[in-house]
């Protein structure tokens, strides 16, 4: 096992800059469409390197053993790449040389990742297997603008844990990471000594419009809602705004010293958490945008959703606040939760739980026999002892009870499992049963052309591994089954369903296979054709990027190849 950790850890930890530069403009004969790419021959491969009979070469270090006991080449210097150059290439370059680093700019329109090589290992009898690939930046007019440099490029996305679907919020910036300066281990066991190397990996931030950039130089960087927290090894921190503009740093807001921290945001204001030894000195300070103190200190707090913050003086005794910092309700003896839709959780010490408005006002209480929790609908309560459940509205008022396999859709909607059927119902009577025990959720898809909302279910075929979709019109009036060849990715054999969110508006689409194409229909009603061959397209605004056995590509949203970049498809 130790060897096997340690071959691990060398595949894990030493992938620095596999990198791609090219010295010559693409060729002036270039497909357009994708399906001149698809059928585009693989250019030959320029990766020899990664056999473990080659000897690599001076400018990079061997990990994981030896060439010839099986291990990995990694690059050091970007030049001793050769990239493909073959005739599925579409793109220029910023420059003749080595783009080792990104250069910011206010001409490049947007800034996107592509992928610029993929990287390999291989054990003693030089088998490979893919470890994962390198990143580069390229424009929207298909000019590259780094070589693969980067380990990973990913967008600044802060997920809002407090809505029931954990929506993201995409932010105008890219985090990079690179491996920092490796260092090589080694370890004796069994009487062979095996070698790996480590190295760190450090975060940098881009602007999506390519105007700001700060180095790799993080141990992490956090996304906040409007902005993101760049985190060095020491804990000091740097706050930035949506807009890249330095808001401030620790050592203004935690008098010099780098104590354990976390810091929040909600509703305008900084939350900052001061950890100690003694959980009785932990201090929590509302800041502002420029990191001045204005509410606290308090032992316990949590951010202000809709004007309101659940806070503690003592530990012991909680209420909420506005944002002057006055007690709007208070009392309670146990922690509560954020405000949504006006609505807050407070949990008791006896095991009860309350529903309260905005004024403290109770809404709805229940004992220690039952769990409460919010729902699209408004409430739901399930009961321990008889497995049931109940859903109120957003005012207290019971809306429907069932057994525990009773859920809510949205907002009048429900389904529950009822014996080998599933019936799915509206409170104004609209119902519809089906064979089989479905699970649903919201979705929108393409009937007859035209997107229409309503609901999926699936439920799982035994003795097959995969599971059968059935599509329900919002309006109860029937279901559409949905053969495997409308679900499957054409080679794969398992269903692939699933959906896309737009990583720069957050706006989500259904995704469905139609034979050549992905049908991408957003919950909005807006309608993609996505002419790319792959299971995993990714939609940023007016561009689609996907990475097939042959190339990463771009496409604008009437399918015109932007940039393509050949990857061999043999390796």
Not at 201 to 215: H, K, N, Q, R
């Amino acid at each position: 096992m130790k060897r096997i950790s340690a071959i691990l850890c060398a595949v894990s930890l030493l992938i620095t800059m596999f990198a791609a530069c090219d010295n010559s403009p693409a060729a002036t004969t270039q497909p357009t469409t994708w399906a001149e790419v698809q059928t585009t021959t693989a250019p030959a491969t320029q990766t020899e390197t990664l056999s473990p009979e080659t000897t690599p070469p001076e400018t990079g270090y061997q990990a994981g053993g030896s060439t010839t006991a099986g291990g990995i080449t990694v690059y050091t210097d970007p030049s001793a790449y050769e990239p493909y150059a073959g005739s599925g290439a579409k793109f220029t370059r910023l420059r003749e040389g080595a783009l080792d680093h990104f250069e910011p700019s206010d001409d490049y329109g947007e800034v996107y990742p592509y992928v610029a090589a993929r990287v390999f290992g291989c054990d003693k009898e030089g088998n490979s297997w893919q470890l994962g690939s390198m990143y580069g930046l390229v424009d929207r007019n298909g000019r590259i603008l780094t070589d693969g440099i980067y380990t990973k490029l990913t967008p600044l996305n802060y997920v809002d844990y407090e809505s029931p679907t954990y929506e993201n919020n995409y932010q105008p910036f890219w985090i990079t990471m690179r491996y920092g300066d490796p260092v090589t281990r080694q370890e004796e066991y069994e009487g062979e000594t095996y070698s790996w190397v480590e190295a760190p990996e450090l975060c940098g931030v881009i602007s999506m419009d390519g105007s700001f950039a700060l180095p790799e130089e993080y141990e992490y960087v956090t996304p906040l809602p409007e902005g993101f927290c760049c985190v060095r090894e020491d804990r000091s921190f740097e706050v930035y705004d949506g807009r890249g503009e330095l808001c401030f740093t620790s050592r203004q807001v935690l008098d010099g010293k780098e104590d354990y921290w976390n810091l929040q945001y909600g509703d305008g204001l900084y939350l900052l958490i001061r950890y100690f030894e003694s959980s009785e000195e932990s201090q929590c300070w509302f800041l502002d945008r420029d990191g001045n103190r204005v509410l606290g200190p308090y032992r316990e707090a949590n951010c202000f959703h809709e004007d309101r913050a659940c806070v503690s003086q003592d530990g012991e005794h909680y209420g909420y606040i506005d944002k002057n910092g006055t007690m709007i309700t208070g009392g309670y003896d146990d922690y509560s939760y954020n405000f949504r839709n006006g609505r807050a959780i407070l949990r008791k010490t006896d095991g009860g739980s309350a529903v309260i408005d905005r004024d403290g006002k109770v809404v709805l209480e229940i004992g220690s026999d039952a769990w409460l929790n919010l729902a699209p609908c408004g409430i739901e309560v399930q009961q321990y002892s008889g497995s049931k459940v109940s859903f109120y509205d957003w005012d207290g008022n019971e809306l429907v009870t069932g057994d525990n396999y009773l859920s809510c859709l949205d907002a009048d909607t429900f389904y529950e499992r009822v014996g080998s059927s599933t019936r799915i119902f509206r409170l104004n009577g609209a119902e519809l049963t089906l064979a089989g025990n479905y699970y649903f959720s919201t979705a929108v898809t393409v009937l007859d052309g035209e997107s229409v909302s309503g609901y999926m279910g699936d439920i799982y075929v035994e003795g097959t591994g995969n599971y059968k979709y059935t599509f329900v019109p919002g309006d109860l009036s029937g279901s559409v089954p949905y053969p495997q060849e409308k679900l499957s990715f054409p080679g794969q054999e398992y269903y692939y369903f699933s959906n896309i969110q737009d990583q720069r508006s957050g706006e989500r689409y259904w995704l469905v296979w139609d034979e050549d194409a992905w049908i991408a229909v957003s919950e909005t009603g807006n309608q993609l054709r996505i002419p790319l061959r792959t299971a995993n397209p990714i939609l940023r605004g007016d561009r689609i990027m996907a990475v097939t056995d042959r190339a990463c590509v771009y496409l604008d949203l009437e399918g015109n190849v932007v940039f393509s970049y050949p990857l061999n498809a043999e390796d």
